[in-house]
């Protein structure tokens, strides 16, 4: 692949910053170099000295004084090697990346690790132009289009349904082109398709397998990249369908996963997969920027991760998943309860969201930021997600992930009476 058409102008100036290059010489070197490079701070000035963080299991995480040094130190852009050595080894077994062993020049597999997917995802954005063309999916996550709206770019919305991005609806919109117009840069045929193929919030949809492959198939007709998963340890049913990553034999498909939803939020850890082209700009764009994701929590993880093991960590997904797929049953039973006859919504098969649309409704704004506020009720109007919010929207997003059952209920029961209150004009 040529992959000068999806860098900018801004993302192929950008150069090795010496002093985070020199970080990564002395990672590298032996323990006998005498370095009066950097400007490392001395860790005997560090006040915290040792850590012991007991996990779900009572085993514990120890940070010894040595080790709390490390942790409370700068470290490489790309991540630290304990952890990032042990992620690629997870995504070959679970997505065996044709691109493993290509030439790095022609899309090798690379990876770097983030201070979540969302940070990750905006350093990939900047490699989108003012004026370049966007493909997302129907509705679409509301932090990719804050994210992408000041970049001046043209996002053109593809049509979604329970299945996900529909293929014939991807298909027309890139009629607009011809494939060999991504060889001229004036036609501005689209360079990325941003969807979330398991769980997109706010649809709660998920791709199958077969337009996975179609959609992948029209990346590769007209040339364009495709990005995000960060529910993928979110998925209710098994098996799980095969990735985007899995089929990649051009290298176009940039990864983002997240630790967010089967670890910590708080932790800001997550990690993009790609090829390397692509990845070295991510990496040189965080070295004048974050300079790298936090080493404490990359030490917590990589040392969580390296305890548990493969099997361990995903035994540890499965019981995530139990408890979200739980959660989305026990409000999908409140809805039916409650909401039957005057609401649809499909049923999410990954995510933490459910996406409602009221009957008769032409516009829930009023009804989810004025009446059920009132009633001490928030959730999220689905203008939120449209390319344009002032339009008028009829669905709106409930997240499953943290109220009880009880509560779910109780909202339903609520709605009921929020939704007649707007029917027939009452406040």
Sequence with gaps: ??????????????KPYSIRVMYEKLDKALKSVISLATGLTNPNMFPFKTEVITIENGKAIQFDEQLMKKALQHSQSAGIPELLSWLKQLQVKLHNPPTILYAPSQGQMDMCVTCGSQEGLCKVFEMIGIGDNILVNKPVYSGTIHALQPLGCNMINVSSDEHGIIPDSLRETLSRWKPEDSKDPEKNSPKFLYTVPNGNNPAGNSLTAERKREIYELARKYDFLITD???????????WTPTFLSMDVDGRVIRADSFSKVLSSGLRVG????PKPLIERIVLHTQVSAMHTSTFTQFLVSQLLHQWGEEGFLAHSDRVIDFYREQRDALLAAADKWLSGLAERQVPNAGMFLWVKIKGIHDV?????????KNEIFMLPG?????????????????????????????SHQCIFCVHFVSYNIF
């Design 365 to 373: 704004r009023k009804l989810i930021e004025e009446k059920a506020v």
């Design 271 to 274: 990690f993009i997969t790609g």
């Design 383 to 411: 203008c939120g997600f449209c390319l344009d919010s002032s339009a008028p929207c009829p669905y709106f997003r409930v997240s499953f992930s943290s109220a009880s059952p009880e509560q779910m209920d109780l909202v």
């Design 1 to 14: 692949m040529n992959y000068t058409r999806f860098i900018t102008v801004k993302s192929v100036t950008r």
């Design 229 to 239: 998963d960060p529910y993928y340890f979110m998925q209710f049913n098994k098996p």
